[in-house]
């Protein structure tokens, strides 16, 4: 039975089985594209004894197809039901499915065009075969043409080894099938939190390990492709990308959706060790490097401009693992070409904001499921609850650490002014840990900086610490039993401090 919707390789194939003596049987477009090849076929009718009806929506399901594929060879029962029936049994199935993918990624697709590709008989069929495969062979890859025809040149019949792992292969296709409808239907009706949740994913490289050497990895991208994403970036040069390279690219290109100037993120670690926003990408990048010159050796950077020559001899000088940004002028790919193990990528920058999927983490027994942080707070409903306002060029300067800050592993500070950060502390287990880090990090400039804070100090030890050590603003959600004790160390510094009212924890 051969009934394809892509048709790739598909007349060699059935010239294949034809010389071996399999007797074909077709539907559709895929018999007329046999026939005018001059390949003998029969019609599905002329075993069913019925016609193709409404619209082809019905053709295969039926008795003298599925006896035909699920009969046990075996058993003296099944053999007497398909003689006394004139069953004909099916050695062979090879079907691909209705493009429903490529349907529901039309950007002008209706629900009823959605709904009319979405396949029946052809995953009817693949199951059944692959059910039998103690007997049948069900083929849904093109690429497994050529592994059938060898095995019957040599063998007159296919492994059952083979056999299992094609039937496996069938299962795996039409679950990510069914799962892609059920997420197509679920975003149609609006269920927000379904009883089940039905993922699909397309394996995209094969990783030489994980984490760790001796920890095994593959990278899987989603079945409908998000532009703005690691998983469809374009590499133009440099080793392959690794199991650790791909988090960070990942982490540092969602820091990266907070800002709309020219801004060169550099990340390590999941962390990102310096911003910098400038009127020019030369700019921004000088402000991001040195906001932390030691952390960015090993880094990953994204810029959110074409990288020019002057940008891409600047980073050429140091040990860089990626780069990666809309676009590369000849001139600098030249220079950083130079380089055989720097990672060159481009990723589609025009659809940085649109609406973000789910975010998905793993857990013992189970995953986590939520709406990705990426809350666009209006300012107008941020709160100075000290004596003392903030400055205009402070206010700025709070509007830029509060947007990194979302990004740093909690507990999480930020220093910075108004286009670069100055120090950052990451992932203390206590609040003025990380505060004190920041400072460090920062050393003189943290007199001429303003801090963020990811959520609410619970102490005024922080407060303290970083008056006493020249910050005159800070930004924080507030939320407190506390807060209070807090705004009280402000006023005795006489440090402004600003209420967001939202949270952002990143473990």
């Avoid at 399999?22 to 390949?39: F, H, N, Q, R, Y």
């Avoid at 693992?321 to 055989?340: C, D, G, M, Q, R």
């Avoid at 659809?351 to 990705?372: A, C, M, R």
């Avoid at 506390?482 to 600003?498: C, E, F, L, P, W």
């Amino acid at each position: 039975m051969l009934s394809v919707s892509d048709k790739k390789g598909i007349v060699t194939f059935a010239k294949g089985l034809l010389s071996m003596g399999v007797e074909i049987i077709s539907t559709g477009g895929t018999k007329k594209v046999l026939d005018e090849a001059g390949i003998s076929t029969v019609a599905i009718e002329e075993i069913t004894g019925f016609p193709e009806m409404m619209d082809g929506r019905v053709k295969t399901l039926h008795p003298k197809i599925h006896g035909g594929l699920l009969a046990c060879r075996e058993l003296a029962s099944h053999r007497e039901a398909m003689n006394s029936l004139n069953i004909l049994p099916i050695d062979f199935v090879c079907v691909n499915l209705y493009p429903f993918k490529k349907t529901i990624m039309k950007s002008d697709v209706g629900e009823k065009e959605a709904i009319e590709n979405i396949d029946i008989g052809g995953p009817s069929m693949l199951r059944s075969a692959a059910k039998n495969h103690e007997f049948v062979t069900a083929i849904v890859d093109p690429k497994d043409y050529t592994l059938v025809l060898e095995e019957l040149k040599e063998q007159g019949a296919t492994s059952l080894e083979t056999r299992r792992k094609l039937a496996a292969k069938v299962f795996r296709h039409t679950a990510a099938y069914d799962a892609l409808i059920a997420q197509y239907l679920t975003e149609q009706v609006k269920e927000e939190k379904p009883e089940k949740l039905t993922l699909t994913y397309e394996r995209k490289q094969a990783l030489r390990y994980g984490e760790n050497s001796h920890q095994q990895a593959a990278f899987y991208q989603a079945a409908l492709p998000e532009s703005y994403s690691i998983a469809q970036a374009k590499q133009l040069h440099g080793k392959e990308l690794s199991f650790n390279n791909i988090r960070d690219a990942d982490a540092a290109l969602r820091v990266m959706k907070e800002y709309q100037k020219p801004t060169v993120v550099a990340l390590k670690h999941m962390n990102p060790c310096g911003i910098g926003s400038a009127e020019t990408i030369f700019a921004a990048w000088q402000a991001a490097y040195e906001a932390d010159p030691v952390s960015i050796f090993g880094g990953i950077i994204v810029l959110n401009r074409e990288v020019d020559l002057a940008t891409a001899k600047e980073m050429h000088n140091l040990f860089l693992e990626i780069i990666i940004a809309p676009s590369y002028s000849s001139e600098s790919l030249e220079v950083l070409k130079t380089k055989n193990n720097l990672r060159l990528l481009t990723v589609d920058f025009s659809s940085l904001l649109k609406q973000p999927s789910e975010d998905i983490v793993s857990v013992l027994g189970g995953v986590l499921v939520q709406q990705q942080d990426t809350s666009m707070e209006d300012e107008n409903k941020w709160q100075v609850v000290t004596e003392r306002q903030p400055t205009a060029e402070e206010m700025a300067a709070l509007t830029f650490a509060w947007k990194a800050v979302k990004h740093v592993k909690s507990n999480a500070i930020v220093l910075s002014n108004q286009y670069q950060t100055l120090g950052i502390g990451a992932g203390q287990m206590n609040r003025v840990g990380s505060v004190k880090i920041a400072i460090e990090q920062a050393g003189e400039k943290a007199n001429e900086a303003v801090l963020a804070s990811d959520a609410y100090f619970p102490m005024d030890d922080s407060v303290e610490y970083a008056a006493k050590h020249g910050i005159k603003a800070i930004i924080q959600p507030g939320g407190s039993i506390k807060d209070q004790t807090s705004i009280d160390m402000a006023n005795k510094y006489g440090v402004a401090m600003v209420f967001t009212n939202v949270r952002h924890f990143k473990h």
